[in-house]
């Protein structure tokens, strides 16, 4: 189970350089000034910020909450450093270029991958089916039932990192999307590039509470409207789903990371613009679980998908929403909202955000000053 046991002696928070904060040293009450007393010395990883360690409460708040944001349930966390931006597409092709990866929207679907995630006794599709490609987003002509996303989304075939929606847009000829979020990348993909960054993914408690930037209970990142007097606070969509987009925000798509304001903790897009891969499995029911222990900390989310409506695919959690996120659908663009995505599939609208520990960043010190000694 993710959380610890209540009769284990952990009346402290874990940090994660594996030292124990005491609990009068928490900072469980958000300030506009944070106690920065027990942050970690200088230098930190660059383009991150640090999230300290605390409690909070992780679940749904506000009508708009679906079953699986409950029950709300509160949550301890060490402290972390998070990315204070969506990876963008510049920083992707840094990691492509050094060790030559190549993504799953990339690469032919294999059969063997593919079986598991039907239901028994499937036939085999027709080898001129299994292209490498990944989903785009294709508006409708007009109003449609939202109960079948089938009808916006498409499977395009040469779709991938370098190619958003399909072979007629190559970004890699030029710059104009370097700052703007990488998205067709599979979860396979955000953590081989978290890998290679010497970070890891968050977990879903760790991007939520990130995500509130200190504000309790609150239904949105900013506070309890979506918008903050006329100013949009995300890339989102505005208009009639899956048909309209008003572009009121200044997007049709993805927007250069940062256009924004940030939260409380320094983080842009946490809201919008693209989904975020996160480390845990979906589970419809994980927070069941989380509230029934007494002490829930430094959860790490379900050790094997379940999603009701779609079983047999293995779904991780992404956060945040998307350009695509819309009141009439989903209203995913709130802190606790959750949502799952099979964890090989690619989309126009997912990208990712790293978080690093102290253990990770004292590793990554390290390597640079052995590569640096080997250059003397
Ligand atoms: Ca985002």
């Not at 395009?156 to 710059?175: E, K, L, Y």
Request: aromatic residues 14%; hydrophobic residues 30%.
């Amino acid at each position: 189970m993710q959380c610890i046991n209540p009769s284990s002696p952990y009346e402290k928070v874990q940090t994660s350089n594996g030292t124990a904060m005491p609990v009068s040293n928490r900072r469980n009450k958000f300030t506009a000034t944070p106690d920065t007393r027990n942050w970690p010395a200088k230098p930190w990883p660059q383009g991150m910020h640090w999230v300290a360690a605390g409690d909070f409460k992780m679940g749904g708040v506000g009508h708009k909450a679906r079953k699986d944001e409950f029950p709300a349930h509160k949550v301890q966390l060490g402290g972390f450093w998070i990315d204070a931006t969506e990876i963008t597409n510049a920083q992707f092709r840094e990691f492509v270029s050094s060790t030559g990866y190549v993504t799953t929207a990339e690469k032919k679907p294999e059969w063997e991958q593919l079986k598991e995630q039907v239901p028994p006794g499937t036939p085999r599709p027709d080898d001129a089916l299994l292209v490498a490609g990944a989903l785009v987003f294709t508006p409708t002509p007009g109003p449609v039932k939202l109960d079948d996303w089938s009808q916006w989304w498409r499977y395009v075939p040469g779709a991938d990192w370098r190619h958003p929606v399909g072979p007629s847009q190559d970004i890699s000829n030029n710059h104009e999307y370097d700052d703007h979020p990488v998205v067709q990348v599979s979860w396979y993909d955000a953590v081989a590039y978290c890998e290679w960054a010497g970070k890891r993914l968050p977990t879903e408690a760790e991007w939520e509470y990130a995500c509130r930037g200190g504000l309790s209970e609150k239904e949105y990142a900013w506070g309890d409207e979506v918008t903050a007097g006329n100013r949009f606070m995300a890339n989102l969509w505005q208009g009639g789903f899956p048909y309209e987009n008003k572009v009121l925000d200044g997007y049709y798509g993805t927007s250069p990371v940062s256009s924004f304001p940030p939260n409380g903790y320094g983080l842009s897009d946490m809201i919008g613009n693209v989904w975020e891969w996160t480390a845990d499995w979906y589970r419809n029911d994980s927070y069941t679980a989380n509230a029934e222990t007494t002490q829930c900390i430094n959860p790490t989310g379900a050790k094997k998908s379940y999603d009701p409506g779609d079983p047999y695919v293995p779904k991780k959690v992404v956060r945040g929403g998307s350009f695509l996120c819309d009141e009439s659908y989903c209203s995913s663009y709130r802190p606790s909202a959750r949502m799952r995505t099979d964890a090989y599939t690619g989309e126009n609208h997912t990208g990712f955000r790293c978080v690093m520990t102290q253990e990770q960043w004292a590793a990554r010190q390290r390597k640079d000053k052995d590569v640096l000694a080997l250059r003397k």
